[in-house]
């Protein structure tokens, strides 16, 4: 169930990642009423995704690729509706077509989610490899591969993926995960590390937001010279 909470947080991500195809082929798909059908089968899809009719999402997506067979984005959100559905062998299929038509990293990240909910853990840990190197500034994708390696029977290369999810985003919840790792094993020495990491983390993050609060009411409070001029109004 943790790759379909994942999946579903990149749908929003996708929803403004990928542009409309806009390359037709036919001289009458260049034609503005082909366009305006291209846009309202859009619109259709999304609104059908968003008030959750898989049904009429699916058909207008499968009517877009009826007319633009190469749209890189209808094939993703397609994966991540049959995702939703848990038809998983359709939704790889949709994932890995996407991909190859465009190798966009959040459609490999997504068909690795898929191999991972399935028990594909090697075919996970690769695609989310691939995703790296096109995109390696992405903390999720690390927490991802923490997983596969995790689920490999490989602890210490899943601590080093979150080592790196850690260093691009400092929080606690990605300590922790590495603590509960170390417990896996036993590793005691480890085990106080992390867990003294963890305490600075949270004082840290204490600090931040107490300075952050700060800010707010010094930025919200009125400065001497307004009191006087509303004084003198």
């Keep these: 169930m943790i790759a379909i909470f994942v999946i579903l947080i990149f749908a929003a991500y996708l929803a403004f990642l990928f542009p409309m195809e806009k390359k037709p082929k036919k001289e009458e798909e260049r034609s503005p009423k082909y366009v305006a059908q291209m846009k309202k089968l859009w619109q259709v899809a999304q609104t059908s995704m968003r008030e959750r009719k898989p049904f009429r999402a699916e058909k207008a997506l499968l009517t877009i690729l009826k007319f633009d067979e190469k749209n890189a984005a209808a094939y993703n959100r397609l994966g991540i509706l049959y995702a939703k559905e848990q038809r998983y062998d359709e939704a790889v299929e949709c994932f890995e077509i996407a991909q190859s038509l465009d190798s966009n990293p959040a459609s490999i990240h997504n068909a690795g989610l898929i191999?991972?909910?399935?028990?594909?853990?090697?075919?996970?840990?690769?695609?989310?490899?691939?995703?790296?190197?096109?995109?390696?500034?992405?903390p999720a994708r690390y927490m991802a591969l923490a997983k596969a390696e995790?689920?490999?029977?490989?602890?210490?290369?899943?601590?080093?993926?979150?080592?790196?999810?850690?260093?691009?985003?400092?929080?606690?919840?990605t300590l922790r995960q590495m603590l509960a790792i170390y417990e896996t094993?036993?590793?005691?020495?480890?085990?106080?590390?992390?867990t003294a990491r963890i305490e600075e983390q949270i004082t840290r993050d204490n600090l931040a937001k107490r300075r952050k609060m700060s800010r707010e009411k010094t930025k919200h409070r009125p400065t001497l010279r307004r009191k006087v001029q509303k004084k003198r109004v």
Excluded: C, H, S, T
């Design 115 to 138: 191999y991972l909910e399935i028990g594909e853990y090697e075919k996970a840990k690769m695609a989310f490899e691939q995703a790296i190197q096109i995109e390696g500034d992405v």
């Design 150 to 173: 995790e689920k490999l029977g490989r602890p210490k290369k899943a601590i080093e993926a979150l080592e790196n999810a850690y260093e691009l985003d400092p929080n606690v919840a």
């Design 185 to 194: 094993i036993n590793d005691e020495e480890a085990m106080a590390a992390i």
